[in-house]
């Protein structure tokens, strides 16, 4: 009887972490930066099938420390200045919070009438990273994507 105490505990923590899991739902926003520029974002639970069916191996994985899979997937980001709209590039970005997003993890900075750059700071609290986006001409590209802790820092501590 003994034994089956610590089997029936383990056996109800893996069924309540596995529940926590499936009960992860999308995250919609919308940030205002004024000067008619808005960022939309839309965040999704990682599918671990994919993660089990390619052996752990899907790329370069931002934001997840530890090597296992992610439970959150940066989905999009689209910016839009006036008519303009931008769709930017996300590939690779998971855990981009921890919780919900905030606009305090963005920062727009306008360069001229053409052009601009967006730079976010994305942690779940335990791996942190950087990108940042130029956008000219409503073209946009990621100039960087780093976890290094440097650069992280050097983001971090000026965003523009």
């Given at each position: 009887m003994k034994k089956l105490i610590p089997l029936v505990v383990i056996v109800s923590l893996v069924a309540l972490l596995a529940g926590n899991?499936?009960?992860?739902?999308?995250?919609?926003?919308?940030?205002?930066?004024?000067?008619?520029?808005?960022?939309?974002?839309?965040?999704v639970p990682f599918d671990n099938k994919v993660f089990r069916q390619k052996g752990g191996e899907?790329?370069?994985?931002?934001?997840?420390?530890?090597?296992?899979p992610p439970s959150t997937k940066l989905e999009?980001?689209?910016?839009?200045?006036?008519?303009?709209?931008?769709?930017?590039?996300?590939s690779c970005m998971y855990e981009p919070a921890a919780g919900k997003m905030l606009k305090s993890q963005l920062h727009v900075r306008l360069i001229n009438a053409r052009s601009m750059t967006l730079t976010g700071s994305f942690s779940d609290a335990a791996g942190s990273y950087v990108a940042k986006w130029l956008i000219v001409d409503g073209i946009g590209v990621r100039t960087?994507?780093?976890d290094d802790p440097e650069i992280v820092s050097c983001v971090e501590s000026h965003p523009e």
């Open positions: 899991a499936e009960q992860l739902e999308a995250q919609n926003g919308r940030f205002d930066f004024g000067h008619g520029i808005t960022l939309e974002y839309h965040i899907i790329g370069p994985v931002y934001g997840v420390d530890g090597g296992g999009k980001l689209v910016l839009r200045r006036g008519k303009s709209v931008t769709q930017l590039e996300v960087i994507l780093s």
